[in-house]
């Protein structure tokens, strides 16, 4: 079957079941992975399975645009009115979330799982600490469509929002330092202060000066080109992401980082912000969800998740007790209302987006052959499920701090 053609089908399915999920209510990412499922080669093998194992670059180009997108919510007015307390919060249900399921997991995935040539250091810990990685980020859209349909407001809602928006920051971190070193266990290095310290900083804080190199470069070009259609920005913007991701492969450094500082330099030094990232919002973020979510569904291998199907339940099980005891804990020590410290976590349960292309990326790694299929079908399964009951979770959440009333709907 010709590529071109396969690209059409997935396009086409991904954008009608995607507007079927938004009618019964459900997240559009949700109706993208359920099309995935449905053309999945292992499933109905209509789509050829060679062309699923080879959609890298789709699936770099999405994540380049989706991390520089990430980066362009941190805009530092922004996030400095948000308050101490948000901030305080995110941390805290980030880095708890990260910590229950990698001790969950540790405690665990010995007993559940039985790869060939399984060890603490080659399976294990890397498994533990690159599936806890992906356990902080939020899907926002989920909680503001339940906010919006509502007409939520308050403390709570404003909390899980800001939130939300922060803790995407923290998992893509999370993700470059796990990776970094989980790749030292798996790989077997010795310990020695190269391989252990420095080259995770390396890899880190390469990424980021790289990214900034980038940004600057973008705001520098785009002061030349003022009386240029929106065009023009969609191609400088789609040559700077593939240059800064792939400059940043090149030399070793953690792609998603890059791009996240190349927006994150963008949103705050480019007087033109607003109207880039809007072009990017109008112009490219749907044809780029369609295509990522849809083609993450495709992954899905169906015998790995009904052999590990108990890892996805345990993953939503530790990650749910990541969120709520670190949003109440952040929410006292910040001195939070009632209302946010007993409530904000229930808007925090939905899980896309961004998790997915990290676990996809982990597959591209080919040190991390033995647990990626794992990792793939455990946060794709838990994704699925959290698309579903988060809104539910969200709804009620909002219902019982006051901030919506079913009159309102």
Not at 232 to 240: G, K, P, S
Request: with cysteine; charged share 10%.
């Amino acid at each position: 079957m010709q590529a071109i053609l396969v690209v059409g089908i997935v396009i086409f399915t991904g954008f009608v079941f995607g507007e079927i999920a938004a009618k019964v209510k459900l997240p559009k990412v949700t109706g993208y992975i359920l099309a995935g499922i449905l053309l999945n080669p292992g499933l109905f093998n209509f789509i050829p399975q060679d062309f699923v194992d080879h959609t890298s670059l789709i699936t770099n180009i999405s994540l380049a645009f989706i991390t520089f997108s990430v980066g362009g919510t941190l805009l530092y007015s922004r996030i400095r009115k948000l308050g101490k307390g948000i901030l305080c919060i995110t941390m805290c249900e980030a880095e708890f979330t990260f910590l229950a399921i990698v001790i969950g997991f540790l405690a665990i995935t010995p007993f559940l799982i039985h790869p060939a040539g399984a060890t603490w250091f080659t399976t294990f810990i890397p498994l533990s600490l690159l599936i806890g990685s992906l356990g902080s980020p939020t899907d926002p859209a989920a909680t503001l469509a339940v906010a919006h349909e509502y007409k939520a407001k308050g403390d709570v809602s404003s909390t899980i929002m800001g939130v939300a928006a922060l803790d995407d920051v923290t998992g893509i971190i999370n993700y470059s330092v796990a990776i970094a070193i989980a790749g030292i266990f798996i790989l077997h290095q010795s310990f020695n202060l190269y391989s252990s310290i420095l080259n995770p900083l390396v890899v880190i804080g390469g990424a980021i000066i790289l990214g900034i190199a980038f940004g600057f470069l973008f705001n520098l070009i785009t002061l030349f080109v003022r009386g240029e259609t929106e065009g023009v920005f969609i191609v400088l913007i789609l040559a700077l992401l593939a240059l800064c991701f792939g400059m940043a492969a090149l030399l070793g450094f953690d792609e998603l980082l890059a791009t996240m500082t190349m927006g994150i330099t963008v949103v705050n030094y480019n007087p033109r912000r607003d109207k880039i990232f809007k072009i990017l919002e109008r112009y490219t973020e749907q044809l780029i969800f369609v295509l990522f979510f849809t083609l993450s569904g495709m992954h899905l291998k169906f015998s790995v998740l009904s052999t590990y199907y108990i890892l996805v339940l345990l993953f939503i099980i530790f990650r749910a007790v990541g969120k709520v005891s670190g949003t109440m804990l952040g929410a006292s020590i910040s001195k939070s209302s009632t209302m946010v410290k007993k409530y904000a976590a229930g808007g925090l349960i939905p899980q896309g987006g961004i998790v997915i292309g990290l676990a996809l990326l982990i597959k591209q790694n080919p040190a991390f052959d033995g647990i990626s299929d794992i990792i793939i079908n455990v946060i794709l399964g838990a994704t699925i499920v959290h698309e579903i009951i988060g809104p539910i979770l969200a709804k009620i959440a909002l219902k019982k701090a006051g901030e919506i009333k079913e009159s309102g709907k």
